[in-house]
């Protein structure tokens, strides 16, 4: 499965609540901030209008795509150990040439994060990784050339 708009459950249910949140209370918090600009007269030279609109947009455009994801989602669901990376595996590999281990899940687009491990299947690693099993060295094409990591475990 490649799908652009994979999620974990885990991964689905954090973007409904982002969404719910921005819907019951960021929009509700940007639409009085915004009638207090207004009254505040001229538009023209009135940062916090201005201010208000900016973060109006942005919460609008984000609410949007995140109901277009959580609508076209295809829930990961991962049963029982498997010897292939695919969506949802956590896979822990070692560059080659070094000797700290990096852990990652492979999640889609939607919900990748790699502050927290969390890296999309359209990545180059993620990409790279998926169909790999323990023991593998595979090649990843990155922007800054190309690198090998051998896969120690899967979950």
Not at 4 to 12: F, K, M, R, S
Not at 44 to 73: C, M, P, S, V
Not at 80 to 100: A, N, R, W
């Amino acid at each position: 499965m490649t799908s652009e708009n994979a999620l974990t459950p885990e991964g689905y249910a954090d973007l409904k609540r982002e969404l719910d949140t921005l819907i019951t209370v960021r929009r509700p918090e940007l639409a009085k901030k915004l009638a207090e600009a207004v009254a505040e007269g001229d538009l023209k030279e009135n940062a916090n209008y201005h201010d208000a609109k900016e973060q109006q947009a942005f919460i609008e455009g984000r609410i949007k795509y995140l109901e277009h994801i959580l609508r076209t989602a295809t829930i990961i669901q991962r049963e029982g150990k498997t010897d292939v990376v695919s969506l949802g595996s956590m896979v822990t590999i070692i560059e080659e040439g070094y000797d700290d281990e990096e852990t990652y899940s492979i999640v889609g687009a939607a919900e990748a994060n790699p502050a927290e491990g969390k890296i999309s299947n359209l990545s180059p690693i993620g990409a790279a990784l998926l169909g790999a099993k323990k023991g593998d060295k595979v090649r990843v094409k990155t922007p800054n050339g190309e690198t090998v990591v051998k896969i120690k475990s899967i979950k």
